[in-house]
T-cell receptor
């Protein structure tokens, strides 16, 4: 079954510190895409970072990096130098190769940044 | 427009009434998706349109739910005879095309409350 698992319902991090949000996935397709989205209290889903299954390098976008461990089927998001504005829900998602582009989402992790 | 636009932003209705939710995707995006997000949960796929192809309706929870996309642009999600369990945020997303690396752009959603 194709599935995304996020085991941390909530996380706290001190401002300016780094934090890792966990994500594991399950698919039998050799080709897939992995995504992280941020959902602040306003409700909009904001794209953060993408990792393709065939990408050799871990993806980075500014303060966001994706720790991609293919053999373990994990795609953890690392946020460096946390800011108060990073407080939000974070969703890991996957597009399996056999799908029509539909994103499969995890249940999310609520990140709270403390001043 | 600059982003995906959804209307209304909030809708309160009585049980048994029909509702229509509207989504205006980013200009030029051929793929359009509807998702549902219940309180504290991840996103649940409902339906997906790609160009002139038949929509993928595999995620619709019951035959009370339907959607159409006119002229390959604006989409309307209709819920007939609403039930209290239909209360959720309905999110629309669009992308340029279909593929494992296609980033979805989301609207701010419609908060539906069924009394």
């Amino acid at each position: 079954a194709q599935k995304i698992t996020q085991t941390q319902p909530g996380m706290f991090v001190q401002e300016k510190e780094a934090v890792t949000l966990d994500c594991t996935y399950d698919t039998s397709d050799p080709s897939y895409g992995l995504f992280w989205y941020k959902q602040p209290s306003s409700g909009e889903m904001i794209f953060l970072i993408y990792q393709g299954s065939y990408d050799q390098q871990n993806a980075t976008e500014g303060r966001y990096s994706l720790n991609f461990q293919k053999a373990r089927k994990s795609a953890n998001l690392v946020i460096s130098a946390s800011q108060l504005g990073d407080s939000a829900m974070y969703f890991c998602a996957m597009i399996p190769g056999g799908s029509q582009g539909n994103l499969i989402f995890g249940k999310g992790t609520k990140l709270s940044v403390k001043p | 427009g600059a982003g995906v636009s959804q209307s209304p932003s909030n809708k309160v209705t009585e049980k048994g009434k029909d509702v229509e939710l509207r989504c205006d995707p980013i200009s030029g995006h051929t793929a359009l998706y509807w998702y549902r997000q219940s309180l504290g949960q991840g996103l649940e796929f409902l339906i997906y349109f790609q160009g002139n192809s038949a929509p993928d309706k595999s995620g619709l929870p019951s035959d009370r739910f339907s959607a159409e996309r006119t002229g390959g642009s604006v989409s309307t999600l209709t819920i007939q005879r609403t039930q209290q369990e239909d209360s959720a945020v309905y999110l629309c997303a669009s992308s340029t095309m279909v593929g494992v690396n296609e980033k979805l752009f989301f609207g701010s959603g419609t908060q539906l409350s069924v009394l």
